[in-house]
């Protein structure tokens, strides 16, 4: 199959060209006129959305372990321009995260979903002064046993993993699982000089960048200073809510191409306002926005990376950019850059179809259109 009459994105601009695929690759990139099978009519054709950071959708939690909820959740991405996903776990119990780990093991994609690239686990080894929405009850010193044994129930699935670097054995947990899996540092009181030896352990990541860690201080830098002098790939929450747009153009300025926008949507996204359910804590969405019950801490997103793609080009960001983030930046950040996140030959053929207003108008998965 050839799309054609396109404006592609390819190595981080918009060119006019055509896209061959062949099974589920991208098998040759050429000229813009035809002969080709679907004439895109001059909309963006870009790469599918890579969402490192999600918990659910749906009224559907990764954590439930339940096979038609990461179904729902399956499709939901797809429907919002989400080609890959990693099943974002929260601070639970290993007696309740092996029965997950499972799941998303054995999980195998609808024909009209988004795929499962992995696993991410939020938690357990976290601050408890900074967890935020994550139940103190189940917190846990970080742990390589532990961590083990959860990806050997995933099938060795996790490719990212969140630590806080100042709990007890963060260290060695993060030189030796950064092996395994891309170590993220977030929901920590960490200051600069404990963050710095943890990126200098292995660590490569930094969860929802300015949430859940001190702030970005002219004298105590923090996790923010920490991250950006070790090039680390940083996520940001860019629902308008999380983080202020003037500190997303500033992150935009300190990190380049390491910014990662994530969702970190829970099963209150796409789902009306009302009381929800969070690891085991209540939470209660008024206007799209996520806080535990009764209190004004956020717990999270109802957002999806196709509304943070067009919030960051009113924001100010190139549509470039805002792409790049949301495709090749994220798979980069998790190590699988060489089969989706970017349009090339070889990699996955997960493509979206765009036009002028950002709308979507088609969704091709490893090749097929949804």
């Known amino acids: 199959m050839i799309i054609g009459n396109a404006r592609v994105f390819l190595d981080g601009v918009f060119r006019d060209a055509s896209v061959t695929i062949e099974g589920d690759k991208i098998a040759a990139i050429g000229a813009p006129e035809g002969p080709f099978d679907v004439d895109a009519g001059g909309r963006y054709l870009v790469p599918g959305f890579v969402d490192v950071h999600t918990h659910g959708a749906m009224n559907e939690d990764f954590s439930d372990g339940k096979p038609e909820g990461l179904r729902k959740m399956s499709r939901y991405y797809a429907q919002n321009g989400v080609t890959s996903f990693l099943a974002t776990t929260m601070t639970l119990k290993e007696e309740t995260l092996i029965p997950a780990m499972n799941a ?4 195998v994609r609808p024909a009209d979903g988004a795929k499962c690239a992995g696993i991410h686990l939020e938690g357990p080894f976290l601050s408890y002064a900074k967890r935020g929405a994550q139940a103190a009850e ?4 970080p742990d390589i046993g532990m961590f083990r044994r959860l990806n050997q129930a995933s099938g060795n699935q996790v490719r990212l993993v969140t630590v806080a670097p100042e709990e007890p ?10 092996r395994v899996c891309t170590v ?3 929901h920590t009181t960490a200051d600069y000089d ?15 960048l300015f949430n859940g860690m001190p702030p970005f201080g002219h004298r105590a830098p923090g996790v923010v200073g920490a991250a950006f002098d070790h090039k680390a790939t940083a996520e940001l929450i860019c629902d308008g809510l999380h983080i202020h747009p003037c500190v997303i153009r500033a992150a935009k300025q300190l990190f380049g191409e390491n910014l990662v926008v994530i969702s970190d949507s829970l099963r209150c996204a796409g789902m009306p306002d009302g009381e929800y359910e969070l690891g085991g804590q209540p939470i209660e969405m008024k206007g799209g926005k996520a806080t535990l019950l009764g209190s ?19 924001f100010g960001f190139s549509l470039e950019d805002a792409i790049y983030a949301a ?18 030959v070889g990699k996955q053929a997960d493509l979206l179809l765009l036009n002028d ?14």
């Open 104 to 107: 998303i093991r054995d999980f």
């Open 169 to 178: 054995g963060a260290m060695e947990f993060t030189r030796e699982v950064s």
């Open 357 to 370: 207003a950002l709308e979507l108008e088609a969704v091709y998965v490893d090749g097929v259109k949804l």
């Open 296 to 314: 004004d801490t956020l717990a999270g997103s109802s957002t999806n990376l196709l509304a943070e793609v067009r919030n960051l080009v009113s």
């Open 184 to 186: 993220s540092l977030g």
């Open 327 to 344: 495709t090749e930046a994220p798979a980069r950040a998790v190590r699988l850059e060489q089969h989706i996140g970017s349009i090339a």
């Open 138 to 141: 189940n917190l846990h010193a």
């Open 194 to 208: 404990t963050a710095a030896a943890a990126f200098e352990a292995g660590a490569t990541h930094a969860t929802h």
